[in-house]
């Protein structure tokens, strides 16, 4: 089974990083209920900002650990090293950020 490691940006501005075999359920449940992670009481998932796929569920969990542990400074570079588009490409900033999950979306 594919597993995937995600971010999701938070209300406040904060970011949570969790790992899943579908991200937009999974969205969709920090969304809506008590399935989602009690990290959000109190904040509003707002959208997925990374994904990360072709993970085992063992190599995702040490991936999201890894993740968890980094510095703000160094999991904002992650985050903008995969919305910034390939420079080869001729893709536009709107294509890459298409892929979002948002709470409006």
């Known amino acids: 089974m594919n597993w995937y490691v995600y971010i999701i940006k938070a209300s406040d501005g904060s970011y949570y990083t969790g790992v899943t075999t ?4 999974r ?9 989602g992670a009690k990290y959000f009481n109190g904040r509003v998932p707002l ?4 994904i990360e796929a072709g993970h ?3 190599s995702a969990c040490k991936r999201e650990a890894m993740i968890k542990k980094l510095p703000r400074q160094q ?18 900033k709107s ?3 298409s892929n979002e999950l948002t709470l409006n979306g």
């Open 56 to 58: 085992s569920r063992s």
């Open 27 to 35: 969205f969709k449940e920090h969304i809506n209920g008590p399935r």
């Open 47 to 50: 959208h997925v900002v990374y």
């Open 95 to 97: 294509d890459t950020t």
């Open 75 to 92: 999991k904002l570079t992650l985050i903008n090293a995969y919305r910034k588009p390939p420079t080869e490409s001729r893709q536009t």
């Open 22 to 25: 579908n991200v937009e359920r």
